[in-house]
């Protein structure tokens, strides 16, 4: 416990501190006096604030779910001890079950990972079963084109809430629970559905689904294409991908979800992706730097992959809000973490510039 209240305090005073430094910041944000250079500067430095906040928020995290962790154990031992109660015990039990493997992904950080599968087909992920499974369980998976990952959000920022027993979150304490109602659909530009009619991560159970073509299947592993895991995603099943009872024709979706919108792919739409000359030399270079433990075979491979995943506006409903009324926003250099190179790029309306590489997020 004295580990976890270390860490516990090392993050929030991180955090804080991150928190303070924005804060002031943005006191000088009407200053009408400061040159393009000058807002640029700032705005590569709430950057890098942001990037430190990140690395406290998961740290928090981490302790947060070793503290659960202890907690379901310590509570699990006492429950040996007693009969249940019956319904109102099933329906709150909580049930506890380990990955069958981990997913190494293209995609490092959240940030850049599709919203959906497929939407990215040459995004490459590898499935590595944990040593307690059996590599005989992947046995005839080759014989399906497609299948199901089941897996958990784990890099999300509320896993740590929902995860918490009811009693540690519901009314019983006076203390609200923070598990979202709704949700703001990207697609929609910010306007809020019900989380369980959508696919947001933030989900009352942070369990994820995805569909994914299968690319080989080794010893103990399982190559796949058009993946949204992030790197590290802890998989929780693979199922094979069965058409006759998957696949319904009758099944319909409104019309946000597919693709009928009359401007293509929504607020959401990029009509083109180029590279400047220096912006294609230096993601060719990086991709050469680290061809032995890349997923792609060639640097224009990965090329094409990189159009893919910026072929759809990756920020946040917020930040496309916040660019779109500021007049500077053309000169702001977005990064993204695809395959462990960092691209660096500009975004204005519908058109992306990738312009280089850069060492670190």
């Keep these: 416990m004295r580990v976890v209240d270390l860490v516990l305090g090392a993050a929030a005073h991180a955090m804080l501190g991150a928190v303070t430094r924005r804060r002031r910041a943005g006191d000088d944000d009407g200053d009408d006096a400061r040159g393009t250079e000058a807002v640029r500067r700032e705005r590569e430095q709430r950057l890098a604030e942001r990037s430190g906040r990140t690395r406290a928020e998961r740290a928090l995290r981490a302790a947060k779910l070793e503290l659960e962790a202890m907690r379901a154990t310590v509570k699990g031992e006492n429950d040996d001890s007693r009969d249940g109660d019956g319904d109102a015990s099933r329906a709150s039990a909580a049930y506890a079950m380990k990955p069958c493997g981990t997913f190494a992904s293209v995609f490092n950080r959240r940030n850049g990972t599709p919203r959906q599968p497929s939407l990215v087909p040459l995004a490459r992920g590898r499935v590595t079963l944990d040593r307690r499974v059996p590599s005989s369980a992947l046995e005839g998976l080759e014989e399906f084109t497609h299948c199901w990952l089941v897996y958990v959000f784990h890099e999300n920022t509320d896993l740590a809430t929902a995860l918490e027993e009811d009693g540690k979150t519901g009314a019983a304490d006076g203390r609200k629970s923070t598990v979202r109602g709704k949700i703001r659909v990207p697609r929609l530009n ?152 960092v691209i660096v790029y500009r975004q204005l309306e519908k058109s992306v510039q990738v312009r280089g590489v850069a060492d670190a997020l």
């Excluded at 590290?232 to 199922?239: A, E, M, Q, S, W």
């Excluded at 032995?292 to 990756?314: C, N, P």
């Design 190 to 341: 910010g306007e809020k559905r019900g989380c369980l009619a959508t696919r947001t991560p933030h989900r009352p159970c942070p369990i994820g689904l995805s569909l994914v073509e299968i690319v080989r299947v080794g010893d103990r592993t399982l190559d796949v294409a058009g993946a949204d895991l992030v790197d590290g995603t802890p998989v929780l099943d693979v199922k094979p991908y069965v058409p006759y009872s998957d696949c319904i024709a009758a099944a319909r979706a409104p019309e946000w979800v597919g693709n009928n919108l009359t401007d293509g792919d929504g607020p959401l739409a990029v009509d083109e992706v180029k590279f400047t000359e220096e912006g294609d030399a230096a993601v060719r270079a990086a991709w050469l730097r680290r061809r032995k433990t890349s997923l792609y075979q060639s640097a224009d491979e990965f090329i094409a992959f990189v159009v893919q995943a910026l072929g759809r506006d990756i920020r946040s409903y917020h930040q496309r809000l916040k660019m779109n009324k500021d007049d500077a926003s053309n000169d702001v250099d977005w990064r993204v973490s695809l395959d462990g190179v």
